[in-house]
């Protein structure tokens, strides 16, 4: 099996769609409505294809042609578990799909003890943004995104994500704070006890403002605060220590973007409960070895990836080798080109296909077609 080689990669955009726009945060415009995974496909000498998200340029594509599946996906060290090494990572996620192509496994199979049918992973609705700019009445901007949460109910979640943080930019300061408020107890109110709030603030936030929000919502058991402010371990510690004061239990979740070089040393001394790198920015080889580490911290695996598509499905199995995985973040959309019809959503867990690699099924002919609009393809 791995003395095959790479004889062919290929590349392309595909375009999809979310089921509404997405609004903004606290600090940027409007994300839209489309989404455009990049996709890469691997083949090997005797035939057999992988595929999966991938920024890979033509000039590496090529450099790779005639690579061993054997130098892609091995063991390190004496451990038995296998990663596809940092050099490689442009094409990771095409490769772990290939592994599990020739050897009939899920990916799930290949990282962790779980083996069987019946897989799933927590997983967050994110498509809570700020949606409401346009309206001048706080009850009926709270309506709205509490509207939206039902439409997650409906779709099989249990937990949401709550974009906050009105004030940094796009409303006056005061109102801001009210409507985000306003919104987190309207979203409590339509999600009932038993479902799971997370908030976001995308750094839009400082300490007092963090400590108000929670302060407000103490009765709505906000599960995780994530990106309040821009890390700093001083702040984060003033946080922990008020919270604990006031009997708040709210996680403190970071590092979706431009994280701090710090940020690991403070989740090891207790300043950060959720670790949250993007998966393709950082990697899934690499998250799987930090997940563990994190095991031993106590602190919680969460990857970002709103926007990828792909890491709906290459997150959920991301959990099986990790202890303490939180949640997958689930951004909906339909890719043409990709059937991702396996993977459904139930109660808050995402029901993962018991089949070979990450158990997606690619389109050729839309494929090819956007293949030859817009990407290459590298072969010997």
Known sequence: MLEQKIVQIEWAGLQGQRPREAGCNSRLAI?????????AVITTDQGVSGFGWSRISQSEAESLIGTPIADLYGAEGEGEQKYVPDAYRAIEYPVWDLVGQLTGKPVYALVG????????????????????????????????IAAEAQEGIDQGHTTFKIKIGRGA???????????DVMVIKAVRQTVGTEATILLDANNGYNLNLTKTVLAETIEDQVYWMEEAFHEDGQLYRNLKDWMAKHGIETLVADGEGGASANLLIWAEDGLIDVIQYDIFGYGFSRWLKLGQKLDTWGVHTAPHHYGGYYGNFATCHLKNGIQNFGFVEWDAAVVPGIDDSSYTIQDGQVQVPNRPGFGLTLDRQVYDSAVKDDGFIAKG
């Not at 069987?116 to 997983?123: F, H, L, M």
């Not at 001048?136 to 709270?142: K, N, R, S, V």
């Open 31 to 39: 994300h839209g409505l489309y989404v455009r995974p990049g996709i």
């Open 113 to 144: 003890d779980y083996q069987g049918d019946g897989y799933t992973a927590p997983c967050y609705d994110t498509s809570l943004y700020i949606d409401d700019l346009h309206l001048t009445d706080h009850q009926e901007a709270a309506d709205l």
């Open 169 to 179: 930019m796009h409303m006056p300061l005061e109102s801001g704070m009210q409507r």
